[in-house]
């Protein structure tokens, strides 16, 4: 089976604009979840889908969204990016019902 | 509040002695608790979790409620051991969201 992909690899933004990451779960897994992780602050939880449905959410301003499409994929959207936001960000899949996530190798964000 | 404490960011042994990875919690309820392991160039992946109280890799971990301990050991440690282990928290009711304590990274020295 394949594993959780995540693309793009790495990105370079500026300041001021947005970007969309885009994360595929394991086959046959309906729950995603995004981690951001910076040295400071280490791996901080963002929000979970689940069947296209957000179910849970972090303590994350309204600039990071999400949204779950029907074959499960998810992507998520930073708006009016700041240099702050510059991280790894991370998407699990997990089974529903077997609370183990499945990590991605992640999206590394630089934002100059 | 929710929160997971790893006390040591880094943890030095040689080769064949003991280790034990601190990990402390602070949740109302009853959690789930988790170790997950990045070895270097790999991606985050799951060691163990508390209700499965297995021993993977040689590592096990008990869930300690009064002291709200998870502590990560291992009798003999190995080089191939050293990597960034994360200890982690899921509320029973909160799959899909995990709090993550700051990591420690082991350093298993020939």
């Known amino acids: 089976k394949a594993g959780v992909t995540q693309t793009p690899r790495y990105l370079i933004k500026t300041r001021g604009q947005q970007v969309t990451l885009s994360c595929s779960p394991i086959?046959?897994?309906?729950?995603v979840s995004w981690y951001q992780q910076t040295p400071g602050q280490g791996l901080q939880f963002l929000f979970e889908?689940?069947?296209?449905?957000?179910?849970n959410k972090g303590n994350f301003p309204g600039r990071f969204s999400g949204r779950q499409f029907s074959n499960s994929r998810s992507e998520m959207n930073v708006s009016t990016l700041e240099l702050g936001d510059s991280a790894l960000y991370l998407c699990?899949?997990?089974?529903?019902?077997?609370?183990?996530?499945?990590f991605g190798a992640g999206t590394r964000l630089s934002v100059l | 509040a929710q929160r997971v404490t790893q006390p040591e960011k880094l943890l030095s042994v040689f080769k064949g002695a003991p280790v034990e990875l601190k990990c402390n919690y602070s949740?109302?309820?009853?959690?789930?608790l988790f170790w997950y392991v990045q070895y270097s160039r790999q991606r985050l992946q799951l060691l163990l979790r508390h209700i499965s109280r297995e021993s993977i890799k040689g590592f096990t971990a008990d869930l300690n409620k009064g002291e709200t301990s998870f502590h990560l050991k291992k009798p003999f440690a190995q080089e191939e051991d050293s990597a960034m282990y994360y200890c982690?928290?899921?509320?029973?009711?909160?799959?899909?969201?995990?709090?993550f304590g700051q990591g420690t990274t082991l350093q298993v020295k020939p």
């Open positions: 889908y689940f069947s296209e449905t957000q179910r």
């Open positions: 699990a899949s997990s089974l529903e019902g077997l609370n183990i996530q499945y």
């Open positions: 949740y109302s309820g009853s959690p789930e």
């Open positions: 982690a928290l899921s509320g029973s009711s909160n799959t899909g969201k995990l709090i």
């Open positions: 086959s046959g897994h309906r729950s």
